[in-house]
């Protein structure tokens, strides 16, 4: 290998982690990796998530969000009671509290799009919007992951749990 493709492969695999990690911010809010599972055909509901920081030193509030994919989207809270798995959705959206950190993830808070109008299929991107209380709209893509996966495209030395 020349010594020119040798510079060409490194460069391409230490910006391999940086494409595949996206963020966006709206207003004091930063937004890591939206991301969705890809959907079995003929679903009619999918599963978006990502990580919500807010930097600011008020409160803000997730309120809603679109999908180009969906009908609609519905921000959900999922709970176990006595080995019962309930999910509804949060009619006053997702508190963002100052300096902190909000994961939306499989078993907990998470974006639902209700009304799938396509089938999710991985590599995919979908484009949608969050809309917050005070920094209002911002649009985001969606990375769709394989059926069974997390967000596996996050390497290790890429992850945003000590993002301030």
Do not use: C
């Not at 599972?37 to 509901?45: C, E, L, N, Q, Y």
């Not at 999918?46 to 997730?62: E, M, Q, V």
């Not at 509804?88 to 909000?102: A, N, Y």
Request: aromatic share 4%; glycine share 12%.
């Amino acid at each position: 290998m020349s010594l020119k493709a040798a510079l060409v492969a490194a460069a391409m695999t230490l910006a391999a982690p940086a494409a595949l990690a996206h963020e966006y911010k709206a207003g004091a809010i930063e937004i890591g990796h939206p991301w969705a599972r890809a959907t079995p055909r003929g679903a009619s509901v999918a599963a978006g998530y990502l990580k919500l920081t807010n930097t600011g030193s008020t409160p803000d509030r997730l309120v809603g969000g679109t999908s180009e994919a969906a009908g609609r989207v519905e921000i959900h809270d999922m709970t176990m009671t006595d080995g019962v798995m309930q999910m509804r959705p949060l009619k006053d959206g997702l508190e963002l509290k100052p300096g902190r950190t909000v994961e939306l993830k499989s078993g907990s808070f998470h974006l639902m799009m209700v009304g799938l109008k396509q089938q999710l299929q991985q590599g995919q991107r979908i484009k949608g919007t969050l809309i917050f209380e005070k920094a209002g709209p911002v649009d985001i893509e969606y990375q769709v992951e394989g059926i069974g996966g997390a967000p596996g495209a996050l390497p290790a030395n890429n992850q945003m749990h000590n993002m301030h």
